[in-house]
């Protein structure tokens, strides 16, 4: 695929020299095939602009010209799969980690390591290749790096969280390639509150887990054009209840299998032992968390022009559910019944295995207005991150992961559509213990990009680069590799007369592996596996194809799109067949890869009069990936289908769900079939105050019928089902 990205590098240079910048002819004559002067078509850029930044203040989707607050897109109607959560479907998903409040959304599964960890898969990618950021910048923690990681995202404190999928996604960095999912939140004003005074508050508490919970930030005027800000919020639960017994069918039968063989030696206690482990159920055990943030900001509005601070703190610890055939594992599934017998490997499963986790961050933001030149706005972000992380066996620190990252981004805003900017970013990652399993590096990451719109004829084009220049050194061996990494797109799309818009869209990326991928040596103490890194691997490179549709038509919102994305240098994480310390083997290889899938959904309506309204809304996604040898690759989520009827009354709500997650028998060498369930929801909520419907009180039903769910995209899924029956009263105030 590099040499495939350099050619359509200089096609996209092209493209923007042609027809990426808007055309300002003198007198407003324009000599375009559409005939409208420059003038023209720059107001009729400003006016979709508008559209984009001035959206429905509770309504949960955008399509078409959404809103996307990430920096460069919101100047843009870049074409690319794109869904918007606000707040109000945040709080119908409510969960203590982001994957799981994303997991309706078409294309995106989770991680599901524990209650406690899970990050969002983007069309069957996760790691290095979904970035997760706040308000524009990486999240700084090491939650890419492993599934048993948390990010340092607490949904209490968000307004609203944006997804973005497709050739968009590359303007934030080559570990994008799958997706970047955008967090926003308050923490910087950018806004004087319209009387002085603007509070926001969620609470919630349930059953499943005991969730105790509540987060609230206040923004107030201290002069007339300058805000402070304070946030905060804690949620504590106690071990999960689940359905049925905890281990699978196959991995419970194995157990008792042992049992029956350590009877037969004379060993009882073992047998009565594996037997309790078999027979665990209804909760799962040290699965419990808590977790709590402190932000506090400043926000300076100048006119068209702000400026603003942030310190904020993230504090979290959570446990890992223990692996009873030797300890809980993160590797390729199938693998943990081979670690032999050995009475030193079975007191280690007997250890519980838990996480802290804490992180310092500070943000800088800058947006300045320009005047009337050619460029409109420079928009300037900064963060610096301090986070550790301790990984412990019982009380015994295991691992303690430090890191500390410096971003910075500068990017100036074309007026009527167009960006160009530079990204900088710098991580130093420790990890120190006995069983640090990853060598000290450093890495250092420049990019420059930039995105441009513009229409010909009847068609929006819009064409994107990037490069990057990544350094990565070991410091214990002294080991550094460079990296050269273009990244380009080309879209088009065409809006019909009835407000569909129909596009294609082909990028090309290149990510360079990460420290993880090319230093790890070593016994992984929360995941219970010996991983090898690679310093010889080489870019990951691919090649993207996608067709969407997307609009409203009278009152039928609708987006599709199917996509096929093939890699060369595809890096993943493999079972070697042998044991080390103990602990299963598993290096990270190389291999070409293949993904083709779809997502869809519509919201339509049913019922519509002065008193009541009636809609339906369907949901579906579905990704398979295969190896160049035919092989499968490892933990693709499934077809995922999700039905849903939506009533309004006045004050009431009322929303039922089905969800459906298919078998998933496309399974790599070492992974074990998943089987189907669906989820049955329901959702009744009460807004008390016509004048304000951002007051609302709910109350949630999930998993209604208590059945078994297991994710095929966790790597713990033998051992760690998904909650049963969960009863949710939430609260969101907004005054």
């Known amino acids: 695929?590099?040499?495939?990205?350099?050619?359509?590098?200089?096609?996209?240079?092209?493209?923007?020299?042609?027809?990426?910048?808007?055309?300002?002819?003198?007198?407003?004559?324009?000599?375009?095939?559409?005939?409208?002067?420059?003038?023209?078509?720059?107001?009729?850029?400003?006016?979709?602009?508008?559209?984009?930044?001035?959206?429905?203040?509770?309504?949960?989707?955008?399509?078409?010209?959404?809103?996307?607050?990430?920096?460069?897109?919101?100047?843009?109607?870049?074409?690319?799969?794109?869904?918007?959560?606000?707040?109000?479907?945040?709080?119908?998903?409510?969960?203590?980690?982001?994957?799981?409040?994303?997991?309706?959304?078409?294309?995106?599964?989770?991680?599901?390591?524990?209650?406690?960890?899970?990050?969002?898969?983007?069309?069957?990618?996760?790691?290095?290749?979904?970035?997760?950021?706040?308000?524009?910048?990486?999240?700084?923690?090491?939650?890419?790096?492993?599934?048993?990681?948390?990010?340092?995202?607490?949904?209490?404190?968000?307004?609203?969280?944006?997804?973005?999928?497709?050739?968009?996604?590359?303007?934030?960095?080559?570990?994008?390639?799958?997706?970047?999912?955008?967090?926003?939140?308050?923490?910087?004003?950018?806004?004087?509150?319209?009387?002085?005074?603007?509070?926001?508050?969620?609470?919630?508490?349930?059953?499943?887990?005991?969730?105790?919970?509540?987060?609230?930030?206040?923004?107030?005027?201290?002069?007339?054009?300058?805000?402070?800000?304070?946030?905060?919020?804690?949620?504590?639960?106690?071990?999960?209840?689940?359905?049925?017994?905890?281990?699978?069918?196959?991995?419970?039968?194995?157990?008792?299998?042992?049992?029956?063989?350590?009877?037969?030696?004379?060993?009882?206690?073992?047998?009565?032992?594996?037997?309790?482990?078999?027979?665990?159920?209804?909760?799962?055990?040290?699965?419990?968390?808590?977790?709590?943030?402190?932000?506090?900001?400043?926000?300076?509005?100048?006119?068209?022009?702000?400026?603003?601070?942030?310190?904020?703190?993230?504090?979290?610890?959570?446990?890992?559910?223990?692996?009873?055939?030797?300890?809980?594992?993160?590797?390729?599934?199938?693998?943990?019944?081979?670690?032999?017998?050995?009475?030193?490997?079975?007191?280690?499963?007997?250890?519980?295995?838990?996480?802290?986790?804490?992180?310092?961050?500070?943000?800088?933001?800058?947006?300045?207005a320009l005047g009337a030149g050619f460029f409109e706005r420079l928009k300037l972000r900064g963060a610096y991150s301090d986070y550790t992380h301790t990984e412990f066996e019982g009380t015994e620190v295991g691992t303690v992961f430090d890191t500390e990252t410096y971003e910075a981004r500068a990017e100036l805003a074309q007026r009527g559509g167009g960006v160009i900017g530079a990204q900088f970013v710098s991580r130093e990652f420790r990890a120190v213990g006995e069983e640090a399993f990853v060598q000290p590096n450093d890495t250092t990451q420049f990019a420059l990009f930039t995105v441009q719109e513009t229409q010909l004829g009847m068609f929006d084009l819009e064409s994107a680069i990037r490069y990057e220049r990544v350094d990565v050194e070991n410091l214990v061996t002294d080991v550094e590799r460079g990296f050269d990494l273009f990244s380009t797109a080309i879209s088009a799309a065409i809006e019909t007369e009835a407000g569909v818009r129909i596009g294609a869209s082909l990028s090309t990326s290149e990510r360079a592996p990460a420290g993880e991928e090319l230093f790890a040596n070593g016994p992984h103490i929360a995941t219970q596996t010996f991983e090898i890194g690679d310093p010889d691997l080489r870019e990951e490179s691919s090649i993207g194809l996608e067709a969407f549709a997307r609009g409203d038509i009278g009152n039928l919102e609708f987006g599709a799109s199917i996509y096929y994305q093939s890699f060369d240098d595809y890096i993943f994480l493999s079972a070697t067949g042998e044991e080390e310390d103990d602990l299963p083997v598993f290096e990270f290889l190389q291999q070409d890869a293949d993904f083709i899938g779809f997502e869809a959904d519509v919201v339509f309506p049913i019922v519509e009069t002065d008193d009541l309204l009636i809609k339906g809304d369907v949901r579906a996604s579905y990704v398979e990936a295969e190896f160049a040898d035919g092989s499968n690759v490892p933990r693709i989520p499934p077809l995922s289908l999700l039905g849903a009827l939506d009533a309004e009354a006045g004050a009431f709500g009322i929303r039922g769900e089905v969800q459906f997650f298919g078998t998933q028998e496309e399974v790599s060498e070492f992974e074990t079939v998943t089987d189907d369930f669906t989820f049955v929801n329901l959702y009744l909520s009460w807004r008390p105050f016509e004048q304000n419907r951002n007051v609302v009180f709910q109350l949630a039903g999930e998993n209604l019928f208590d059945a078994t769910g297991r994710r095929h995209s966790s790597f713990t899924k033998e051992f760690v089902p998904l909650p049963g029956r969960n009863i949710r009263a939430s609260a969101r105030l907004s005054f």
């Open 1 to 368: 695929m590099t040499t495939f990205a350099r050619p359509l590098a200089a096609v996209s240079l092209i493209a923007l020299a042609a027809y990426g910048t808007p055309a300002f002819a003198e007198n407003g004559v324009d000599d375009s095939e559409t005939g409208a002067s420059a003038t023209e078509q720059t107001q009729d850029r400003e006016q979709r602009s508008d559209r984009r930044v001035q959206p429905p203040r509770d309504e949960p989707h955008y399509r078409g010209d959404i809103l996307v607050s990430a920096e460069s897109l919101n100047e843009l109607d870049f074409i690319a799969g794109q869904d918007v959560l606000e707040l109000e479907e945040v709080q119908r998903n409510l969960a203590g980690q982001l994957g799981e409040v994303l997991i309706k959304v078409p294309g995106v599964s989770a991680t599901s390591f524990a209650p406690g960890a899970s990050r969002p898969i983007l069309r069957g990618l996760d790691g290095e290749r979904v970035r997760v950021l706040i308000d524009g910048l990486g999240t700084a923690d090491v939650g890419n790096t492993s599934a048993d990681h948390a990010t340092t995202v607490d949904p209490l404190t968000v307004t609203r969280i944006e997804v973005l999928r497709g050739p968009a996604a590359l303007l934030f960095g080559s570990q994008s390639i799958g997706g970047v999912v955008n967090v926003i939140d308050r923490r910087i004003p950018l806004e004087v509150p319209e009387n002085g005074v603007h509070i926001d508050a969620l609470t919630a508490f349930d059953t499943a887990s005991e969730l105790r919970s509540g987060g609230a930030s206040i923004d107030f005027a201290i002069a007339s054009n300058l805000v402070l800000h304070f946030d905060g919020s804690y949620r504590e639960t106690d071990d999960l209840e689940i359905p049925n017994f905890q281990l699978s069918p196959a991995l419970r039968a194995d157990l008792l299998a042992d049992a029956r063989e350590e009877e037969e030696e004379g060993e009882l206690e073992e047998a009565a032992e594996l037997r309790e482990a078999a027979n665990q159920q209804d909760f799962l055990p040290n699965s419990s968390t808590e977790t709590y943030t402190l932000n506090g900001g400043v926000g300076l509005i100048l006119g068209e022009s702000s400026f603003g601070a942030s310190l904020g703190y993230f504090d979290t610890f959570y446990g890992l559910v223990g692996n009873p055939e030797g300890g809980h594992h993160h590797g390729e599934e199938g693998e943990e019944g081979e670690e032999g017998e050995e009475g030193e490997e079975e007191e280690e499963g007997e250890e519980t295995v838990s996480i802290g986790l804490e992180q310092w961050r500070a943000d800088l933001r800058g947006d300045i």
